[in-house]
Nanobody, 120 residues
Framework: QVQLVESGGGLVQAGGSLRLSCAAS????????MGWYRQAPGNQRSWVAT???????DYADSVKGRFTISRDNSKNTVYLQMNGLKPEDAAVYYC??????????????WGQGTQVTVSS
């Protein structure tokens, strides 16, 4: 019902920056929270950052001070500004949203992922 599409991944040198975007579409009544996760080869998918409908943000310790999550409610879009990228940040990044559809059902949706590669 709710589809998420990530964009903005790519190749960057260590210390560089990328801005990821994730746009939601479908029968959305409201979005309660948006988040970013990542998964590197051989690793489990791990949480990176979350922003709630009230604007509260939270970050994994590994990215605090370097990453910033933000949203544009009018566009149903969440962003992840990544600065000071490190090789260990390389992963496929996935966005996640939860909320309610216009049919008054809860939804939890994942994007298809966007690749972030960091060269040392």
């Amino acid at each position: 019902q709710v589809q998420l599409v990530e964009s903005g991944g790519g190749l960057v040198q260590a210390g560089g920056s990328l801005r990821l975007s994730c746009a939601a579409s479908g029968s959305i009544f409201r979005i309660n929270a948006m988040g970013w996760y990542r998964q590197a080869p051989g690793n489990q998918r791990s949480w990176v950052a979350t922003i709630t409908s009230g604007g509260s943000t939270d970050y994994a310790d590994s990215v605090k001070g370097r990453f910033t999550i933000s949203r544009d409610n009018s566009k149903n879009t969440v962003y992840l500004q990544m600065n000071g990228l490190k090789p260990e940040d390389a992963a496929v990044y996935y966005c996640n949203m939860r909320g309610m559809t216009t049919a008054t059902t809860d939804f939890r949706s994942w994007g298809q992922g966007t690749q972030v590669t960091v060269s040392s």
